[in-house]
């Protein structure tokens, strides 16, 4: 069984530009979430979507952004990158209600220059 | 902010049992506490969950007091492949978010 596939794995970008990433939930998984990781802040919550529809958002600014499609896979976009964009992206899927946890990616790793 | 508290690091003999605390003391009737740990450079992994009672799969048990007001995760016999940074998070179960703390960072040495 696949697991959670992130792509890319890495990624190098300038200030003030902006990058999309990508996860693959797996089959059959409805909820895919977005956490993003710094050595000063730890995982932090970016945002749920579940069936297309965002169900929860964390508290980043508007440049950050996703979507979900038909399909489950899902997108994550930030513009106007800043230095302090760099970081582990991870993205984690779930069936739905998540009794049995969130299966994680092994991430993107976004480098901001 | 997280709802839990875990020690910063800890060392485990390899072979030995590792037991790795959490307080969670303002946990709610309905919040299950969840454990994951993250090898380095790795997403992280679900080890286990539960509600009030003990449970054990594969991976390890997880020990929560009667006031579920703390929790211990144990590696019965800990490898080498069990160095990580562990998480301790308390949530509702109808899905959401996980507010992860700083976890606690497992040595085990040989």
């Known amino acids: 069984k696949a697991g959670v596939t992130q792509t890319p794995r890495y990624l190098i970008k300038t200030r003030g530009q902006q990058v999309t990433l990508s996860c693959s939930p797996i089959s059959g998984h409805r909820s895919v979430s977005w956490y993003q990781q710094t050595p000063g802040q730890g995982l932090q919550f970016l945002f749920e979507?579940?069936?297309?529809?965002?169900?929860n958002k964390g508290n980043f600014p508007g440049r950050f952004s996703g979507r979900q499609f038909s399909n489950s896979r899902s997108e994550m976009n930030v513009s106007t990158l800043e230095l302090g964009d760099s970081a582990l992206y991870l993205c984690?899927?779930?069936?739905?209600?998540?009794?049995?946890?969130?299966?994680f990616g092994s991430g993107t790793r976004l480098t901001v220059v | 902010d997280a709802k839990t508290t875990q020690p910063t690091s800890m060392d485990c003999a390899e072979g030995r049992a590792a037991n790795l605390p959490c307080n969670h003391s303002t946990i709610s009737g309905n919040e299950y506490v969840y454990w994951y740990r993250q090898i380095h450079s790795q997403g992280p992994q679900y080890i286990i969950h539960?509600?009030?009672n003990n449970e054990t799969n594969e991976m390890a048990s997880l020990i929560i007091t009667e006031d579920r007001k703390s929790s211990t995760l144990i590696l019965p016999h800990a490898t080498l492949r069990d160095t990580a940074v562990y998480y301790c998070i308390v949530r509702a179960n109808q899905g959401g978010k996980l507010i992860f703390g700083q976890g606690t960072e497992l040595s085990v040495k040989p």
């Open positions: 539960g509600l009030k």
């Open positions: 984690a899927s779930s069936p739905g209600q998540a009794l049995k946890g969130y299966t």
């Open positions: 979507y579940f069936s297309e529809t965002q169900r």
